[in-house]
């Protein structure tokens, strides 16, 4: 089993376990105290998972829990774990409940919970409820003195109000906010994650799995013992319980369509609402653990296609249509270090298709030709019917690293020709020109295609990395439907010329590399796992004399993306998104967790100030490096071919 992640809490410098451990029903409210050594086993096996972030309160028991604790973390356990403990919920000798926030009640509440801890700190400290009698600023002032003591490391609230979280955060940074959130409990998401999102502070779900519920339906009724107080909830009383076992039925319905458990689906769905949660499912079974850690895994099968099937959009005026985001397919098998294992990658097209990007570009200088093989095998039983294809001519390789570009009719229709053969279909949706043969009049080039057209061999014509007059004079030969280009954050060279001239003749946009070659996904750490062939490690922009620079641009997007709640790919997909409907983005990836978390892209909504903020991170002043190093391919601004009353067959 793989270890679990880390991730950061919040901005004020805690890191903790990707999912966290509730201990509460280890000893209080979920029935009697389970046995102590089962229990300290449990959080053993956790630890040793990689579940790290243990949460506890002294009300659990109360008391109890924190005892139970302080035994499992004997023996050099303390120093692996992120503790965080609760005070505020004061019971009386009659089992009354009294919120409490005065300086002295904290301090006392702290001094007992490090001696039922035994620990000289704790690490998370939070307010559990809110005492409603006594002005935040003064409860979180008694507990900036303990930060200064060295008694607890960093504050946090618990079901606190967007405003109190504000007035806290003003006294001393909240490092994280606990609160119930799971798929049946999502009222918290119109004020209190904004204003959590705002502020840099960490989001904990506490009860990710609905009590309990969303693991296994109303059967979890028949099971509650006596003290259970689960018992008394409202939603799981007779008038209420007919209606929301529904919720139950339809959840355990798509779980076994993606062949998980209903409480893995319903974890899933909370990871993927952003990289700063941390859901605390709790449990007292070993096997419940494990099932819930696999949620982990099961988050990157969860995206925003199972939400939502990702949409269509028209690229172009011609009458193609797409999937709003594309898989770009050369990694696959060329470019980016060898050859991925062909079953994986048959397995990520089809999961691609299910997931709706049924926009699958290839090249016949991928491999070369082994990309398109690749796509051919993934396409057999019925699915090529499914997709729409685009692959590409014109590259020829006549040597290490030395390139041939053609355009010759003869050329273009041995390539169309090829390529069909490999692909193994009668026709190609949309066939671009990869690369400008400046030596042939673009009108030959598309006359060639144009017959292709007529002949029933290729659907759509587009050009890739083509200037604005040869796009011009390729559509009144024959209508152009895409034109490819790089375009992202960090390469924004089209948008002078290239961009209007397609919006002023209807043609559609197909952004590759939209994620500057894989570095708005991880920055400069990018360069440590690169394969020795792969070519990115010669492109100008991750050489040291400007990565220096250009790694500060990373920095700053993926502060961006943690404040949204997304990861940096996202983002920079999103901004792409939001450049208009006639764009379309082709990411392309060799794993199914990172396709997964490009398209979340698709939801993640960004104002016209944050596209301006995200665009000057990358300004062009800022970004150091040319695209291409001059020995390798041309680009759009070196395209232009020769008039046609020029040529001169040879």
């Known amino acids: 089993m793989?270890?679990?992640?880390?991730?950061?809490?919040?901005?004020?410098?805690?890191?903790?376990?990707?999912?966290?451990?509730?201990?509460?029903?280890?000893?209080?409210?979920?029935?009697?105290?389970?046995?102590?050594?089962?229990?300290?086993?449990?959080?053993?096996?956790?630890?040793?998972?990689?579940?790290?972030?243990?949460?506890?309160?002294?009300?659990?028991?109360?008391?109890?829990?924190?005892?139970?604790?302080?035994?499992?973390?004997?023996?050099?356990?303390?120093?692996?774990?992120?503790?965080?403990?609760?005070?505020?919920?004061?019971?009386?000798?009659?089992?009354?409940?009294?919120?409490?926030?005065?300086?002295?009640?904290?301090?006392?509440?702290?001094?007992?919970?490090?001696?039922?801890?035994?620990?000289?700190?704790?690490?998370?400290?939070?307010?559990?409820?809110?005492?409603?009698?006594?002005?935040?600023?003064?409860?979180?002032?008694?507990?900036?003195?303990?930060?200064?003591?060295?008694?607890?490391?960093?504050?946090?609230?618990?079901?606190?109000?967007?405003?109190?979280?504000?007035?806290?955060?003003?006294?001393?940074?909240?490092?994280?906010?606990?609160?119930?959130?799971?798929?049946?409990?999502?009222?918290?998401?119109?004020?209190?994650?904004?204003?959590?999102?705002?502020?840099?502070?960490?989001?904990?779900?506490?009860?990710?799995?609905?009590?309990?519920?969303?693991?296994?339906?109303?059967?979890?009724?028949?099971?509650?013992?006596?003290?259970?107080?689960?018992?008394?909830?409202?939603?799981?009383?007779?008038?209420?319980?007919?209606?929301?076992?529904?919720?139950?039925?339809?959840?355990?319905?798509?779980?076994?369509?993606?062949?998980?458990?209903?409480?893995?689906?319903?974890?899933?769905?909370?990871?993927?609402?952003?990289?700063?949660?941390?859901?605390?499912?709790?449990?007292?079974?070993?096997?419940?653990?494990?099932?819930?850690?696999?949620?982990?895994?099961?988050?990157?099968?969860?995206?925003?296609?199972?939400?939502?099937?990702?949409?269509?959009?028209?690229?172009?005026?011609?009458?193609?249509?797409?999937?709003?985001?594309?898989?770009?397919?050369?990694?696959?098998?060329?470019?980016y270090g060898p050859p991925k294992p062909e079953p994986d990658m048959v397995a990520l097209i089809h999961h691609a298709i299910q997931s709706g990007v049924t926009f699958l570009d290839t090249a016949d200088v991928y491999g070369p030709h082994t990309n398109e093989i690749l796509i051919a095998k993934a396409l057999k039983g019925g699915l090529r019917e499914k997709v729409e294809l685009a692959t590409k001519f014109s590259i020829n390789i006549i040597g290490e690293r030395k390139f041939d570009i053609r355009g010759d009719p003869e050329y273009v229709r041995a390539s169309c020709e090829g390529s069909l053969k490999r692909l193994d279909i009668d026709c190609i949706d949309l066939y671009f020109q990869h690369r400008v043969d400046t030596r042939v009049p673009i009108e030959l080039t598309i006359g060639e295609l144009k017959k292709l057209v007529e002949e029933g061999k290729i659907k759509y014509i587009g050009l890739s990395e083509a200037s604005p007059s040869t796009i011009r004079r390729a559509h009144a030969v024959h209508p152009i439907t895409a034109v490819q280009i790089e375009w992202s954050l960090w390469s924004r060279d089209v948008e002078k010329e290239i961009i209007p001239t397609c919006r002023e003749h209807g043609i559609g946009i197909v952004a590759y590399s939209p994620l500057g070659r894989g570095f708005f996904s991880s920055g400069s750490k990018l360069l440590d796992n690169l394969s020795q062939n792969d070519f990115r490690k010669a492109l100008p922009r991750f050489q040291p004399e400007n990565l220096e620079t250009n790694k500060t641009i990373f920095e700053r997007v993926n502060e961006m993306a943690a404040k949204k709640g997304c990861t940096p790919s996202q983002l920079a997909l999103a901004w792409l998104h939001h450049q208009g409907n006639d764009v379309c983005p082709i990411p392309g990836t060799t794993k199914i967790e990172n396709f997964n978390d490009n398209i979340g892209a698709l939801s993640v909504k960004l104002t016209p100030q944050e596209m301006t903020e995200l665009e000057s991170f990358a300004a062009a002043d800022v970004v150091k490096g040319d695209r291409y190093a001059e020995e390798m391919l041309a680009t759009w601004k070196n395209s232009d071919t020769p008039p046609l009353s020029s040529w001169k067959a040879v």
């Open 2 to 335: 793989a270890k679990v992640g880390r991730m950061k809490l919040g901005s004020q410098g805690l890191e903790v376990s990707q999912q966290g451990l509730g201990c509460m029903g280890m000893s209080a409210y979920y029935g009697p105290p389970k046995p102590e050594p089962d229990m300290v086993a449990l959080i053993h096996h956790a630890v040793q998972c990689g579940v790290t972030f243990l949460d506890t309160s002294d009300v659990y028991g109360p008391h109890t829990n924190e005892v139970l604790i302080g035994k499992a973390l004997k023996g050099g356990v303390r120093e692996k774990v992120e503790l965080a403990t609760k005070f505020g919920i004061s019971i009386s000798d009659d089992e009354k409940f009294e919120n409490r926030g005065d300086p002295s009640y904290v301090r006392a509440a702290c001094e007992g919970s490090l001696k039922r801890l035994d620990i000289d700190c704790i690490d998370l400290y939070y307010q559990h409820r809110i005492d409603t009698r006594v002005p935040i600023e003064i409860t979180i002032g008694e507990l900036k003195k303990l930060v200064e003591e060295g008694k607890i490391k960093y504050i946090g609230l618990s079901e606190a109000s967007a405003s109190t979280i504000r007035r806290a955060h003003a006294v001393h940074p909240i490092s994280a906010v606990q609160l119930e959130w799971s798929l049946w409990s999502r009222d918290v998401e119109e004020e209190v994650i904004p204003t959590c999102r705002e502020l840099g502070i960490g989001i904990v779900a506490y009860s990710p799995l609905g009590r309990g519920f969303l693991s296994s339906g109303t059967k979890i009724l028949e099971n509650l013992s006596e003290g259970d107080f689960r018992q008394n909830l409202p939603r799981f009383q007779p008038e209420n319980l007919e209606k929301n076992k529904t919720i139950f039925e339809r959840v355990n319905e798509m779980a076994a369509k993606k062949g998980c458990t209903p409480s893995q689906l319903a974890l899933a769905w909370v990871h993927h609402q952003g990289n700063d949660v941390c859901p605390i499912p709790g449990t007292t079974k070993v096997d419940n653990f494990n099932q819930n850690i696999a949620a982990l895994s099961r988050y990157h099968h969860l995206h925003i296609t199972t939400m939502a099937k990702v949409g269509r959009m028209k690229l172009g005026s011609q009458g193609l249509e797409v999937s709003q985001q594309g898989l770009g397919c050369m990694g696959m098998s060329s470019g």
